[in-house]
């Protein structure tokens, strides 16, 4: 694992530990990649609860609750998606935060609406709930490797300094 993601992971357990507070991990494209950072960190079981990896989109549905129809109308990678899998697990986990990632890592399964490397990202804390999309670029460890540091930042904004946005209930 590289210094930054290891230097993001510490950063963010403090800032949870500090606050008494928890995540968990709700993560497809990324496939425990997020999960795996955080453990990373000595004391992790302190903060992080459970980490979900529902790559197949019958895991989604199953395990955190996304609606069958929104993925068949949307498909996994979109920001309505994200959103309910970061409610489900936070909701699951029984967790402060949560971080939710879809995306096409590639080499194959783009689209023209969807290349490879869009990546969709919603980080949910008790302020609310954000979402973003990135398109990355690079090879598939690269993708992965990208939105997982990208998935670390958004949880230690979360935890550390958003205050105003969109609320949510668990």
């Known amino acids: 694992m590289n210094t930054e993601i290891n230097e993001l992971s510490t950063q963010l357990g403090a800032a949870l530990l500090e606050r008494k507070a928890s995540v968990t991990t709700a ?54 998606v994200v959103i309910e899998m970061a409610k489900g697990a936070a909701r699951e986990a029984n967790a402060d935060y949560a971080i939710a990632i879809s995306g ?25 709930i954000t979402s973003v999309k990135h398109l990355l670029f690079g090879d598939r460890n690269a993708v992965r490797e990208q939105s997982i540091k990208i998935s670390l930042q958004q949880l230690l904004h979360q935890v550390t300094e958003c205050t105003t946005v969109h609320p949510y209930s668990k």
């Open 27 to 80: 993560e497809s494209c990324t496939g425990g990649g997020v999960s795996h950072a955080i453990t990373a960190t000595a004391g992790s079981s302190q903060w992080f609860h459970c980490g979900y990896i529902t790559y197949a989109n019958h895991a989604k549905h199953n395990t955190l609750g996304v609606s069958q129809e929104l993925l068949a109308a949307q498909g996994a990678v979109c920001e309505s």
């Open 104 to 128: 096409v890592a590639g080499p194959t399964g783009g689209s023209s609406n969807k290349p490879v490397g869009t990546v969709w990202f919603a980080c949910l804390g008790p302020q609310g």
